[in-house]
């Protein structure tokens, strides 16, 4: 599991990072009303900082279940019953997510035919944001199937958002 731990860590710099990107820019364009430069990328950029910040974040919370969920309900199932539960929930999030990695995929594409309004690149670098996250959100779920195969899902320690 160090490629998973690997992957981890970069999509946590990562989040972290295209996050701060977010601040950055919001600042940038606040302290932009006050100067004679007006920065107008700044409002396109945000957009698309925060569309990789879901798309790197999105992945880590699935995998420690930081998703929301009714708690009451779930804490009623028996530990066996909630192991088979979670894995319908997540061949089902497989499912949705290889629809939207091919869809992702074709979108990608069309954005190389498409630049940014204010921004000197083509549209496909955002666009394969949605690729991206359907991609870690199948390779997550499925590192997910495999800790509730072998039973080493604590769900005790999960309501409320708990850490794995």
């Known amino acids: 599991m160090k490629v998973r731990?690997?992957?981890d860590m970069l999509l946590s710099i990562l989040t972290v990072l295209s996050f701060a990107g977010v601040i950055v820019v919001v600042m940038i364009q606040i302290m932009s009303r006050y100067f004679p430069y007006t920065a107008i990328w700044t409002e396109e950029l945000t957009r698309y900082l925060f569309l990789y910040s879901i798309c790197f974040g999105a992945p880590l919370a699935l995998l420690k279940g930081e998703f929301i969920n009714v708690d009451m309900i779930l804490t009623k199932m028996s530990h066996n019953f909630r192991r088979y539960y979670?894995?319908?929930?997540y061949l089902a999030i497989i499912g949705l997510n290889l629809v939207m990695v091919k869809e992702g995929w074709a979108f990608t594409l069309?954005?190389?035919v498409q630049t940014s309004a204010t921004m000197p690149f083509q549209m496909s670098v955002i666009h394969v944001s949605i690729f991206l996250m359907s991609l870690f959100l199948v390779l997550y779920s499925i590192f997910k199937i495999i800790r509730l195969l072998r039973?080493?899902?604590d769900f005790?320690?999960?309501m409320g958002g708990g850490e794995l």
């Open 86 to 89: 979670e894995i319908v929930i």
């Open 156 to 158: 005790n320690s999960q």
């Open 110 to 112: 069309v954005g190389n």
């Open 151 to 153: 039973d080493q899902e």
């Open 5 to 7: 731990k690997w992957l």
